[in-house]
């Protein structure tokens, strides 16, 4: 009884024992009812797919000049790619707006935001971790340290 217990297991793994008899014995053309099973088993069975493939990740520079330009790193977002948002040449009314709008669409979508530079923001989705040690220099000095300048 274990025996077949053990076969089941392994037929259920994929490691099938290979029949004993000989291809000669057979007619050309003709399967063995075991074989036919096992053929009928196979096309049952799901695709090998490989769990190490990367995807290349898109990443998606924006520079907004009018406020209607965050629906677009909204739309991003939720398409799970990251967004670095440059702020360097906008005036500070709309800056303050634009990072408090992706600072709201990340925190919705569970991803995460970090100011990388002066002006200079990466907004990723929560399938994207981001690791700098940035983040403790720019906490002294405030996220809108730069448009004090």
């Known amino acids: 009884m274990s ?13 099938e024992e290979e029949p004993l008899e000989d291809a000669n014995e057979r007619e050309p053309g003709a399967l063995a009812e075991d074989e ?4 009928r088993g196979k096309k049952n069975r799901g695709q090998v797919v490989s769990l190490h493939a990367q995807r290349q ?8 000049t009018v406020f209607d330009n965050v629906q677009s790193i909204a739309d ?7 967004v670095i948002i440059n702020l360097e040449k906008a005036e500070p009314d709309l800056a303050k707006r634009v990072v408090d709008f992706v600072m709201g669409a990340t925190y919705a979508l569970n991803g995460s935001i970090q100011k990388i530079g002066k002006g200079i923001f990466l907004s990723v989705p929560s399938n994207v971790d981001i690791d700098s040690e940035l983040g403790e220099q720019f906490s002294e000095k405030g996220i809108f340290a730069w448009l004090k300048q």
């Open 3 to 15: 025996k077949k217990l053990m076969d089941r297991v392994l037929n259920f793994m994929g490691f």
């Open 36 to 39: 036919q099973s096992q053929q």
């Open 57 to 64: 990740v898109r990443v998606v520079v924006v520079e907004p």
């Open 76 to 82: 991003n977002l939720k398409n799970r790619r990251p």
